[in-house]
């Protein structure tokens, strides 16, 4: 048996994000042999060329964590239509210098929470595109726009029990798209 390390990258940064709670349940419903790690991206200087010789610990640290990992999990808020400013800085800073991408042929996943009942439609179809470009095989289906309501989480921080069997459905689909195409 394999072990699979998932690196997850959330595109909120406050305290309480239903982003950050909706990855940490999810963890909960994968097998054993992987294990989720969120990934510190609130620390990065904004991305700057100029720098790519010399990046930043916060930006080495990133990008050997994603190069550590087998696969990839992205859970993000929609701002405005779009990702947020610091999950696009993220992206950009384990993407370069030219060439030198953490992020490809990773294989990956893309999942968003939001009050609204349309979820984060529209932030997941931008990054589905950046993802295309940085050679992030994508997850296609089933996709997951989550509508955060009451009763999306259970007492313990899990799943609440209306939507579990969904999510269910979408860690076993993401489990075998990982050991797919994990290299």
């Known amino acids: 048996m394999s072990n699979y390390q998932i690196a997850v990258i959330v ?9 950050r709670k909706l990855a940490t349940a999810l963890a909960k419903l994968a097998p054993a042999e992987f294990t989720f790690k969120q990934l510190e991206i609130g620390d990065l200087p904004l991305y700057n060329q100029d720098d790519d010789g010399q990046p930043a610990a916060a930006v080495k640290r990133l990008k050997a964590e994603i190069l550590a990992s087998q696969g990839l999990l992205f859970v993000t808020p929609e701002y405005n239509r779009s990702i947020p400013g610091v999950l696009k800085n993220a992206l950009d800073h384990a993407s370069r210098p030219y060439g030198q991408s953490a992020w490809a042929g990773k294989p990956g996943a893309v999942m968003g929470a939001s009050v609204g009942a349309a979820g984060t439609a529209m ?25 955060a309501k009451d009763g999306l989480f259970d007492d313990d921080g899990g799943i609440g029990a209306g939507s579990k069997e969904f999510m269910q459905k979408w860690m076993d689909k993401y489990v075998v798209w990982v050991k797919k195409h994990a290299g």
């Not at 595109?11 to 982003?19: A, C, E, P, Q, V």
């Not at 932030?123 to 509508?147: C, K, M, S, W």
């Open 11 to 19: 595109g909120s940064l406050r305290k309480d994000s239903f982003n």
């Open 123 to 147: 932030a997941q179809q931008h990054l589905r595109n950046i993802l295309a470009y940085l050679d992030v095989p994508t997850l296609g289906q089933p996709e997951a726009f989550v509508h």
